[in-house]
């Protein structure tokens, strides 16, 4: 069969990488993002891809973009909420935070996430009953289980929307919908650059190095769950590019938090300045 | 009965008619739904998401405003978006009771109308001033892109607040499909598809492209439902299979479930998986033969929905239901309570053959 892949923040970093990873995999793939110029552009480079322009972090955009979304692909056997905002930048201590920039990196992170699988969920239920499972994919973060100073913001979302996969995971054990929780790594991406500009970018993981592993734990976790797998492209070779092993990178969101995991230590030894 | 006006789905005070078997009626919470359900009944539901059919826009040959709602299509085929039937009114919006709105400035074929991102253009009438296939143009994602952007979801005079699109998603909202809401699926909550689960009851879905209720236009009205795409997936006609098998209850949440599964059991015989178009009206007359019982909303004498009923109790059972629905303060339309109506014994069922 063919997979039904709608992503997040897929203009850029790691969503672009997950647009081109599921199109070489075979997927159909729709994509979303706030800015027009990135969608037109990206969806010109695919044009098997559709493009859909909303913004996650606004109630009004989040029935229009599923409307798009399941109005392109029929349904959707894959939802990957990707798009992410790190709250102030340049990044700030907790106690220089404003308000406005904390509620934006919670809607985007947290909310929209939410709102988004609300909409998509009859969908991805019917798929589940129709093939055996369908997954929803919440890209987390090594900061959503360790305190870093000066990333309150961002990680007090991630440890929220972290906490939200493994309740909903845990609730809709019956339905054959899974939700994974995902620690990407540190990537070299615009979202990190701007958190950490002096970062080592030779020491940063490629964010098409982090698609693939998150494609193959989508993957996985559909072949759990009976799905017929796609024909892998790729090649199912693990890029040990960060550090980390598959089992490191993929938390199934309802079986113990990311602290049973190496997460952090990435952190540690790349961003000591974190 | 009252109009429902507040756009909550499931109001903690929802009731439930109950139309028994043999005719005896009892009044539930609709919230002990479950209770009413025995185990190996499979529930089949309508997972049809609502479009946002309503388009306000310009006749560009006159100049004039109008308002296009979308009410038909020939398939539910994503790439299908390029052509609808619509019925088309005049200036106003949805404060005017459908019934007092103005027809159109007169339509003729090849004429274009301007709806904010989109323009489409009439392909021909339907035998009726306000009912057109109208063609989009555009490539399929900028159509949705722009029914997305500009469109509503019809409105209703009965219920004060603007609908948003969210307001007619039921929780099980899936293929983009329906005109208006599937309403009956609003009652389903996760929590009690869940407790479904626990008790052995099965819930399937179909997608059936659920139509428009009124018009306003009593010529019309007479004509609806229109013509109704629908899709039944694998898993549902196993399901189905599996419980005539059984002899369990198949039970419909909504008259569109009622209005797919009879329509494929009579071309196939069985429930086949696939597509198929809806076009035969369920009455008295109608044969049922996959559907045991229906959960759906209250439904007023002189509409489709009512005469649906027909096909599962006999008139005397139907003038007891309007009776206590009346009495007991039972609220009506898209937001308003249930009924759980079970297919009367052949006894006393009305007589009379099939519909063709």
């Known amino acids: 069969m063919t997979w039904r892949v709608a992503i997040t923040g897929g203009t850029a970093g790691l969503g672009l990488a997950l647009v081109r990873e599921f199109l070489e995999r075979g997927a159909d793939v729709a994509f979303v993002a706030r800015g027009s110029d990135g969608v037109v552009r990206v969806a010109q480079e695919f044009p098997r891809a559709h493009g859909i322009i909303g913004d996650v972090s606004k109630k009004e955009d989040i029935h229009r973009i599923a409307l798009q979304i399941l109005g392109a692909l029929g349904g959707v056997d894959v939802l990957i909420n990707n798009a992410s905002d790190l709250g102030p930048t340049p990044l700030q201590l907790l106690a220089d935070t404003e308000c406005e920039d904390f509620e934006r990196a919670l809607v985007t992170n947290v909310l929209g996430p939410f709102r988004l699988t609300k909409a998509l969920l009859g969908s991805l239920a019917a798929q589940a009953r129709e093939n055996g499972g369908a997954v929803v994919l919440n890209v987390s973060s090594d900061a959503a289980v360790t305190p870093y100073a000066g990333w309150g913001a961002y990680g007090a979302s991630k440890a929220a929307l972290h906490h939200l996969s493994r309740i909903w995971d845990q609730e809709g054990a019956g339905s054959g919908v899974r939700w994974l929780s995902v620690d990407p790594g540190d990537m070299d991406t615009a979202l990190h650059a701007a958190a950490v500009p002096d970062a080592d970018r030779s020491a940063l993981k490629r964010p098409e190095v982090a698609a693939r592993e998150l494609a193959d734990a989508v993957a996985a976790a559909l072949e759990d769950a009976g799905v017929v797998a796609l024909e892998d492209a790729g090649g199912a070779a693990l890029e040990d590019a960060g550090g980390a092993t598959l089992e490191d990178a993929v938390t199934r969101a309802g079986q113990g938090g990311p602290q049973e995991t190496r997460r952090g230590r990435r952190h540690e030894e790349n961003d000591r300045g974190k | 009965m009252i109009a429902a006006s507040e756009p909550i789905q499931r109001p903690s005070e929802a009731k439930l008619l109950v139309i028994g078997r043999g005719g005896a009626l009892e009044h539930w919470p609709r919230s002990a739904l479950v209770e009413l359900l025995q185990p190996g009944d499979l529930l089949v539901a309508n997972d049809a998401a609502t ?8 006749h560009v040959e006159t100049g004039r405003s109008v308002e296009v709602r979308l009410a038909g299509r020939g398939s539910l085929e994503p790439n299908d978006v390029g052509r609808f039937l619509a019925v088309i009114f005049g200036a106003g919006d949805f404060r005017t009771r459908t019934e007092d709105r103005p027809l159109p400035p007169e339509i003729e074929p090849g004429d274009r109308i301007r709806l904010g991102p989109l323009e489409a253009t009439v392909e021909s009438l339907e035998h009726h001033p306000r009912l057109a296939w109208i063609r989009f143009g555009g490539a399929v994602d900028e159509i949705w892109s722009g029914l997305a952007r500009h469109g509503k979801p019809i409105q209703y005079a009965h219920v004060r607040q603007p609908l948003a699109l ?22 389903l909550s996760w929590k009690m598809v869940s407790a479904m ?24 009205d007479a004509r609806l439902p229109f013509d109704e795409p629908y899709r039944i997936p694998g898993y549902t006609a196993d399901a189905i299979g599996r ?6 209850r198949v039970i ?13 059991a009579l071309t196939e015989g069985l429930i086949k998986a696939g597509t198929g178009l809806a076009t035969r009206k ?4 109608t044969r049922l033969r996959i559907v045991d019982a229906l959960i759906s909303g209250t439904h007023e004498r002189g509409t489709s929905h009512y005469e649906l009923l027909r096909a599962f109790v006999p008139a005397g059972t139907l003038e007891d239901m309007e009776r206590q629905l009346d009495s007991r303060g039972y609220r009506t339309h898209e937001f308003g309570d249930s009924i759980l109506v079970e297919k009367a014994v052949e006894e006393v069922r009305p007589g009379g053959g099939e519909l063709r």
């Open chain 2, 282 to 285: 369920i009455g008295p007359a």
């Open chain 2, 243 to 248: 419980a005539k098998e059984r002899h369990a």
């Open chain 2, 51 to 58: 479009l946002p059919a309503s388009l306000a826009g310009t």
């Open chain 2, 252 to 264: 419909a949440v909504g008259t569109t479930v009622v209005r797919a599964l009879e329509d494929a």
């Open chain 2, 197 to 220: 689960r626990v008790k052995g009851v099965e819930l399937a879905t179909l997608t059936h492209a659920a139509g428009i209720s009124s018009t306003g236009d009593p010529d019309l």
């Open chain 2, 166 to 187: 969210w307001d007619v998603w039921s929780p099980i909202a899936g293929p983009a499909a329906a005109f208006e809401a599937p309403s009956a699926a609003f009652a």
